[in-house]
């Protein structure tokens, strides 16, 4: 990311105007899938970006920690967070890093939109177990891999609906949800919950379905 994109994350018509779109079913999904209260939990909410999902938890008076291995869109958090006075620890850390400074436990970790980014999944996984309490909740968000994602994930999202920007996404990277399962299994993290997320052009919302041919959460519990 360029720092001309320092302004991009909370421009609702910008490179991250898709991710205003879901953000209110993520919200719903996440509060309805975390059987607790948000007040006073710890929250992690890995590759954070501009800060979309953790300033809306910090609302709900959650103890949140969002960590970016971008500075420009840590900066653009930081900033945004500070115009509504809103108190999140914002970290310019890779997980790896994080990781290794950290000692603090986790109730809730969140890795939305992030794992089909990484070189090595099962070692994220492996690290964002370490992280999580005894009886935590984790709450994953992907892209499937199959002929379907890749037309409309990736050559409609990027190409033809302009949604994200153009390499965004590699297709080879793309998860199959039992991969993911196979690898939160050998973790000892119990599945809870796995819905898909689709957009409906008559309505112009994202919404929930047992569809998990593209995108789709994983709700995890240790």
């Given amino acids: 990311m360029e720092k001309n994109e320092l302004n991009q994350w909370w421009n ?27 007040k006073k939990k710890n929250v992690l909410d ?3 970006g501009g800060g979309l999902i953790s ?8 103890n ?4 970016d291995e971008n500075i420009y869109n840590i900066k653009q958090a930081r900033e945004h ?22 000692k ?19 070692k994220t996984l492996d ?5 999580m309490k005894p009886g935590a909740t984790l709450i994953l968000s992907t892209i499937n891999r199959n002929l379907k994602s890749l037309i409309f994930a990736k050559i409609f999202g990027e190409y033809v609906l302009n949604w994200i920007p153009v390499g965004t996404h590699q297709f080879e990277k793309f998860l199959k949800p039992e991969e993911i399962v196979e690898f939160l299994k050998l973790k000892k993290i119990e599945i809870k919950n796995i819905k898909g997320m689709e957009f409906n052009p008559i309505s112009n919302n994202w ?14 519990k240790k």
């Fill in 12 to 38: 609702i018509k910008g490179n991250y105007k898709i991710l205003h779109k879901i953000n209110p079913l993520r919200l719903e999904f996440i509060l309805n899938n975390f059987d607790k209260s948000i």
């Fill in 46 to 48: 890995i590759g954070c």
């Fill in 55 to 62: 300033e809306l938890l910090a609302k709900k008076n959650g």
């Fill in 64 to 67: 949140v920690t969002g960590i």
């Fill in 81 to 102: 967070a500070k115009i509504g006075s809103i108190k999140i620890n914002y970290k310019n850390q890779s997980l790896d890093t994080f990781y290794k400074k950290n």
């Fill in 104 to 122: 603090k436990k986790y109730d809730l970790i969140l890795c939305l939109e992030v794992l089909e980014h990484v070189n090595d999944v099962k």
């Fill in 127 to 131: 690290k964002i177990s370490e992280l």
């Fill in 207 to 220: 919404l929930l379905t047992d569809n998990t041919n593209i995108n789709y959460f994983i709700v995890g």
